[in-house]
């Protein structure tokens, strides 16, 4: 069965300093991997998603992510955190290959920017 | 503008009365999904339905019903509802089409259960 760890539920940051969320997948098939941003009182928007081309993966608001199959991880980075950052972040696993179409959530990582 | 929206976004009610939470898409997504979210726990899938008439249960179904007669919407029933369903309620839909895998969420209704 596909489950995903996201290994921080808090992480703080000072502004203009790298961000690192992570996240560990466990997936029998190959898998697709997102990240999602949910900031306070909003819904979910998509940060980006791997879909099994390129193994580092470039999405909105300067956030990328690789994807290491020898580490079961896809964690997410960005060079210099901005005060806008502050939210929760879910990595979602999906295994299509396997015919359930089901998103499966991390518990989320929420992220403070310190100014 | 392609969108999910869905109504009412906040809702307060007492056990036991009955509620409907509507959920609708204007982009012809044929896989549609409820899931509640609750802190520490990510958001969980209630839910599913993979086309029209076609629903599954998700990882959280118990006291939840659905129905999908129109492609579009896809309402979630709580015909008697306690407090451990106030939570935050999210719909969401997505393509069945393989090269694309990405769910839409919408805005979200937040239910209080006294």
């Known amino acids: 069965a596909q489950s995903v760890t996201q290994l921080d539920s808090h992480v703080s940051v000072s502004e203009g300093t790298p961000v690192l969320l992570r996240c560990n997948y466990s997936?029998?098939?190959?898998?697709?991997l997102f990240w999602y941003v949910q900031h306070p009182n909003k819904g979910l928007q998509l940060l980006l998603k791997?879909?099994?081309?390129?193994?580092l993966v470039k999405g909105i608001n300067g956030f990328e992510a690789e994807f290491k199959k020898s580490e079961t991880s896809f964690h997410l980075t960005k060079p210099s955190a901005h005060m806008s950052d502050a939210a929760e972040y879910f990595c979602?696993?999906?295994?299509?290959?396997?015919?359930?179409?089901?998103?499966?959530f991390g518990t989320g990582t929420r992220l403070k920017v310190l100014a | 503008e392609a969108q999910v929206t869905q109504n009412p976004r906040y809702l307060i009610t007492v056990t036991g009365k009955k509620l409907t939470v509507t959920c609708s898409q204007n982009?012809?997504?044929?896989?549609m999904s409820w899931y509640r979210q609750d802190p520490g726990l990510g958001l969980r899938q209630i839910y599913y339905?993979?086309?029209?008439?076609?629903?599954d249960k998700g990882d959280v179904p118990e006291g939840y019903k659905v129905s999908r007669k129109e492609k579009r919407n896809f309402p979630l029933i709580l015909e008697s509802p306690s407090p451990n369903q106030t939570s935050l309620y999210f719909c969401?839909?997505?393509?069945?089409?393989?090269?694309?895998?990405?769910?839409?969420f919408g805005p979200g209704t937040r239910l209080t259960v006294t």
């Open positions: 969401a839909s997505r393509s069945q089409g393989l090269a694309i895998y990405e769910q839409y």
């Open positions: 997936s029998s098939y190959s898998p697709s």
């Open positions: 791997y879909t099994s081309a390129a193994t």
């Open positions: 979602v696993v999906s295994d299509l290959n396997s015919g359930t179409y089901k998103y499966i």
């Open positions: 982009m012809n997504h044929e896989y």
């Open positions: 339905s993979m086309n029209v008439e076609v629903t």
